[in-house]
Every structure is written in C-alpha cells, then in structure tokens.
C-alpha cells in the first residue's frame, strides 16, 4: 500500500507560481514512480509528470515543459510539482498518483495509488 496526501494548490495570477506538495508513506514506495496529474472541468485527467522514486529519472508531457518542475525530498518522502508562469488553462485539479511501471507511464489507467486532489485555479 501508498498513502498519498496533496496539498499546496489554491488561488494565483496569471503568471504567478505555485509548489504542490505530495507526502509520500508505505512501505515499499521506494520501488514505485511517482507522478502528477491534473483533471480540468469538463476535461479528462491529464498526465503532467513523474519521477521514479529510487533514481530520479523523470518523465514530462510535452505541454507543460519549462514550466513545471517535478522534484522530490527523500528525508521528507515528499514529491513537488514547482509551477511558475502559470496560465488560465492550468486551471485544474492536481492529483498525486503512484504506479509500479516506468517513469513514463502516462495513462490513468495504469497507476495504482491516487491522491485526493488539490485545486488550483489561475485567474486572469
């Protein structure tokens, strides 16, 4: 089992930035990757990035690169999503998930553990 808790998201300018924070606990998540994704209304959850965990190689969709930033804290089993030059159309919610595939596992379909979400809404 992976416990996975989000947190960070909120209300933030067009051009602002924002960390989203994924604490990160059971026992053998070490072995998983771990990714974000984000789910606007009306829209189907998108995959936006993941890291393997034991070795940091990670994997980003092509939309949000140079933008946002996937890292993680080992001493705090704490994923980020760092996401500075934020647009109206990164209006979402930003789930945390976990999967026992590779860093670039980017179907919804093939994560094992979700978080419960955290919104962030970009205004204009």
């Known amino acids: 089992q992976v416990q996975l808790v989000e947190s960070g998201g909120g209300l933030v300018q067009a051009g602002g930035s924002l960390r989203l924070s994924c604490a990160v606990s059971?026992?053998?998540?070490?072995?998983?990757?771990m990714g974000w994704f984000r789910q606007a209304p009306g829209k189907e959850r998108e995959f936006v990035a993941n890291m393997r965990w034991r070795d940091g190689i990670i994997y980003y969709a092509d939309s949000v690169k140079g933008r946002l930033t996937i890292s993680r804290d080992n001493a705090k089993n704490t994923l980020y999503l760092q996401m500075n030059s934020l647009k109206t159309e990164d209006t979402a919610v930003y789930y945390c998930a976990a999967t026992s595939r590779g860093p670039a596992t980017t179907m919804t379909r093939d994560y094992d553990y979700w978080g419960q979400g955290t919104q962030v809404t970009v205004s204009s």
């Open positions: 059971g026992r053998t998540f070490s072995r998983y990757a």
